[in-house]
């Protein structure tokens, strides 16, 4: 028999996310940011839940491919663009639109023969100082595009680097107006925080909105909100059960460092899910877990293989009893993948991304 746990792909409640998303920002349409696998879930497995999008946007190339051999005829966008020449060869085949942000990329498109011309996306460096072109060398960057025969239409976009926090987005949306004023084209210029923090500014919901992580279920500025504030459900289930049960007595300590020591008599589930399975390391004794769906805390430090939970709010728990690690419990109770991260130091996005790829998968029917 394999090892008990299971990361499982909630399909409904991907849909619903995209369904809240929209609501964010009525007028636009959504790209579905599908990059780093799907953040973690499968792109082969997210794609039902996410079907009702109006494209999909990622960054590697096999990744598109992906999306096409799923049968999904509508758009895709390249967030980063092609990254060498002969990547337009496969975007001319799968008639993929990909963003422009470096000089190299217009230099390859007009040196590119193709029958049909591309939809680029050119992007603005609009303080985030990650990809783009600065407001400086935008326009000539437009006016070299819009001289190619290879490019059939230029769409404007921006990444925030703020939107989830204090400083926020009115400076790179001012940089972005200032730069695109007179420039024809759709606009895209929010991510998952900026959609729902921002998005009553018609220039920020812009043409297409670009959620990732609210998709997921995730709420992106957490702690200040949490997923249940924004209506966002998880879409990914962490699961595994109890594998043995100590009972321990004062003074007694759990695991490696013996870094956790009980005052008083207490039992303890040992489970089977590590940091060799994508659980943080990081994550002390305190940490939020669900122990047939009642809410208890992990004790001791994490192993490669096990990590240790007080049973002491889940008395009939015990040998094989279910436990959540994130996500949704069978009972239907919810722990917020934000919480887990945030006990680690960390976000989800990077627990999402971290499953380890010996962890099974399966899609709630
Ligand atoms: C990843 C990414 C997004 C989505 O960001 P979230 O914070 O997950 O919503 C949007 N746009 C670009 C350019 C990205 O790289």
């Not at 279920?217 to 924004?230: K, L, N, Q, R, V």
């Not at 004790?299 to 240790?308: E, F, I, Y």
Request: negative net charge; contains cysteine; charged residues 20%.
């Amino acid at each position: 028999m394999p090892r008990p746990i299971l990361a499982t792909v909630h399909p409904l409640a991907l849909r619903h996310n995209l369904a809240r998303m929209r609501q964010a920002a009525p007028d636009a349409r959504v790209w579905a940011v599908v990059k780093a696998n799907a953040y973690g879930h499968g792109i082969e497995r997210a794609f039902d839940g996410l079907r009702g999008a109006d494209g999909f946007a990622l960054l590697d190339l096999q990744e598109a491919e992906r999306v096409r051999a799923l049968g999904w005829r509508g758009p895709i966008l390249l967030l980063e663009g092609v990254f060498e020449a002969r990547d337009l060869e496969l975007c001319s085949r799968l008639g993929l639109w990909h963003t422009v942000h470096c000089d190299e990329q217009i230099d390859w498109l007009a040196a590119h023969k193709t029958q049909v011309p591309h939809r680029v996306f050119l992007k603005l460096n609009s303080g985030m100082n990650r990809l783009g072109f600065t407001p400086q060398r935008f326009r000539a960057a437009w006016a070299r595009l819009d001289a190619l025969p290879q490019v059939e239409e230029i769409s404007l976009m921006t990444h925030f680097s703020d939107a989830d926090g204090a400083r926020g987005i009115a400076h790179q949306v001012r940089a972005f107006e200032d730069a695109t004023r007179d420039l024809s084209g759709e606009r895209s210029l929010s991510n998952s925080a900026a959609s729902l923090r921002h998005a009553q500014d018609a220039r920020v919901r812009g043409d297409w909105i670009r959620p990732g992580i609210a998709v997921y279920g995730s709420a992106p500025d957490f702690p200040e909100h949490t997923s249940a504030h924004w209506d966002l459900q998880p879409t990914m289930t962490l699961s595994t059960r109890v594998l043995a049960v100590q009972e321990l007595q004062a003074g007694d300590t759990v695991g490696y460092g013996s870094s956790f020591t009980a005052d008083a008599p207490l039992r303890i589930g040992v489970v089977a899910c590590g940091y060799a399975d994508g659980y943080p390391r990081h994550c002390t004794t305190g940490t939020p877990v669900l122990v047939d769906g009642v809410r208890t805390r992990l004790v001791g430090r994490v192993s490669m293989d096990m990590l240790s939970v007080d049973l002491t709010p889940v008395p009939q728990a015990g040998f094989g009893s279910e436990v959540t690690l994130w996500g949704r419990a069978a009972s239907g109770a919810v722990l917020p993948i934000d919480e887990v991260a945030a006990s680690a130091g960390t976000l989800s996005y990077e627990l999402m991304c971290a499953v380890a790829p010996r962890v099974p998968f399966s899609v709630e029917a």
